[in-house]
């Protein structure tokens, strides 16, 4: 830090999500000029109710940020979560603006659409200007995007990741998609065994050190009642351990990656999935870094052509288009909510306390690691909240709030769009639903549930089913004459009225019962199974 509190040149701020070493906002840094910023406020871990793995990781992230910037001699104002009156970052940036008075602030954009309004807002009441710089944790800039944008009437992600594809020159030939095909979907849909998926490589384990053990203390002390734990927290902090993350991937779990990417499991966290979200989404590693050391793992013959691509299109499809399309559409987005859902989130959600098994599995294992894999975020909680109609924002503050990777800018289009369709297609081209089928289909979950996945109705029949086929009366009219899913929804022609009425009863106090708070255990509210009814 300069050695008084006078006017400087540049201060550039870095958030929690922007802890590139090699950031372009460090460029052109003179130390005798300029001066870096971060804080930690309260306001970060409470505006959601916070995992505490996910408060640790950011902190601890930030903190072993600033050790390395000052170690490489970065003139560097730092503020520490209790050593200071402020409460969210505008009001700790607006005294600093007020102090040092510094010709211009530098920075890269924030991950969440309100921040970056509200940092800005605060820079222009005190006639600051603010330089936005591209964020190189992107392969594509946000400009770049919006150009592309501009040539269709309807984006979607395939024609997205082709552009991608094309111009970054990744799994290209002359062209053309190496093997001659843009996706191995096919191959990469497959399911485990009767028995499970068998034993497994443990991703790298990064046990924490003084700084990390620090701030769990206090997270332990400051947010003793946030949800989740620490006592598995072992995610990697700096560069370096990101860097081995991906090299362990690579090594040991890239190559079966590909066929089971959608597939889960009771008790298994992470099965063939990289662990490499949050260090992305944090700056630790830049996304280039992993699609080409994956692509590199392919062309060299270590791994196949269906797991790499089946990875690559996560990143350099999924990633990068979402992260296009939230600053394409907000702050419309949080606005949305097309299928007109209200029903609150279950508490069960924050507590794992309920006898649907997977819904019990998946959740208590989020609240021990604060992950989960996509699938089980999209087709298990996803799934469920929305066939039972919750308020859009309110399974967007959860799943912001609980898991150790979520930044608003890639949370909110996957759940918002992806998962709840409450958008209404800016996402996705149509809601992804199923029925309790899928999930014995995908998982083992079901047979140790007390619920059966083929009944839609009477005591036993599994409330995802239930929900499924009343969704589909529900929403019939928006959807009967859609094109993706006309088939879907002809299914219901096999049912008669009486049918669809009993399902829509039991849909109905399912729902009521969550409402109330009173059932943890569902199959006590149909104690007549009398109208049960095998369904494929």
């Known amino acids: 830090m ?12 870095i958030l929690g999500d922007h ?6 906002a460090l460029t052109d840094f003179d130390p005798e000029q300029d001066c870096c910023w971060m804080a930690e406020v309260p306001e970060e871990s409470t505006i959601v109710w916070s995992h505490k793995a996910r408060i640790t990781l950011f902190l601890s992230a930030m903190r072993h940020h600033a050790e390395s910037l000052r170690q490489r001699g970065f003139p560097l104002e730092y503020l520490t979560l209790g050593t200071h009156p402020f409460q969210s970052l505008a009001a700790a940036l607006d005294d600093t603006l007020q102090r040092w008075q510094p010709q211009q602030i530098i920075s890269l954009r924030p991950g969440t659409w309100q921040l970056r309004e509200t940092l800005r807002a605060y820079a222009a009441r005190r006639g600051i200007p603010w330089q936005e710089r591209r964020h190189h944790n992107f392969l594509f800039s946000i400009s770049e995007f919006a150009e592309w944008a501009k040539s269709y009437r309807q984006l979607r992600l395939e024609f997205w990741y082709r552009y991608a594809r094309q111009k970054t020159g990744i799994l290209m030939e002359n062209g053309q998609p190496v093997g001659e095909r843009w996706n191995y979907d096919q191959e ?31 997270i332990d002390a400051q947010f003793a009642e946030h949800p989740g734990s620490l006592a598995q927290f072992d995610w990697p902090v700096t560069p370096q351990e990101a860097e081995a993350a991906l090299q362990d991937f690579i090594d040991q779990r890239l190559a079966s990656f590909g066929p089971l990417q959608d597939a889960f499991w009771p008790g298994q966290v992470w099965l063939y999935h990289s662990r490499l979200s949050a260090a992305m989404n944090l700056g630790l590693l830049r996304a280039e870094t992993v699609v080409r050391a994956v692509a590199q793992a392919f062309h060299g013959g270590r791994v196949p052509i269906a797991s790499a691509e089946g990875f690559i299109r996560q990143v350099l499809g999924w990633r990068e288009y979402v992260h296009g399309l939230y600053w394409l559409h907000m702050p419309d987005w949080l606005k949305q909510n097309v299928l007109q859902a209200h029903q609150p989130l279950p508490d069960f959600y924050w507590t794992g306390e309920t006898d649907m098994a997977c819904l019990k599995d998946t959740i208590r294992r989020t609240l021990r690691h604060g992950y989960a894999h996509h699938i089980e975020r999209l087709m298990v909680t996803g799934l469920f909240a929305l066939l039972l109609g919750v308020e859009p924002q309110a399974i967007h503050q959860w799943f ?20 709840q369709f ?13 029925s309790g089928h899928y999930l014995q289909k995908m998982g083992g979950h079901c ?50 009225k009486e049918q669809l009425a009993n399902i829509q009863e039991q849909a109905r106090t399912i729902r009521h019962h969550l409402q109330q708070g009173r059932a943890t255990t569902l199959n006590q509210m149909h104690p007549d199974a009398q109208i049960s009814r095998n369904l494929e």
Not at 203 to 214: C, H, N, V, Y
Not at 422 to 434: E, F, Q
Not at 453 to 468: N, R
């Open 422 to 434: 409450a958008d209404g297609g800016w996402m996705a081209s149509k809601p992804y639903v199923a």
């Open 2 to 13: 300069p050695a008084s509190e006078r006017s400087i040149r540049s201060l550039v701020v």
């Open 400 to 419: 912001l709030a609980i898991y150790v990777d979520a930044v608003e800018w890639v949370e909110l289009p996957n759940v918002l769009g992806m998962s």
């Open 19 to 24: 802890l590139d070493p090699e950031s372009a």
């Open 447 to 496: 047979r140790g549930c007390p619920y059966q996945p083929k009944q839609a109705t009477g005591a036993e029949a599994c409330p995802f089913t239930v929900l499924y086929w009343d969704f589909l009366q529900t929403h019939a009219e928006r959807f009967r004459a859609h094109p993706r899913t006309a088939l879907q929804w002809k299914h219901l022609d096999r049912f008669s």
């Open 188 to 218: 990469n849909r497959q399911r485990p065994g009767p028995q499970g998926p068998g034993w497994i490589p443990e991703p790298l384990s990064f046990p924490p050190d003084a700084i990390t053990q620090e701030v769990m203390a206090q």
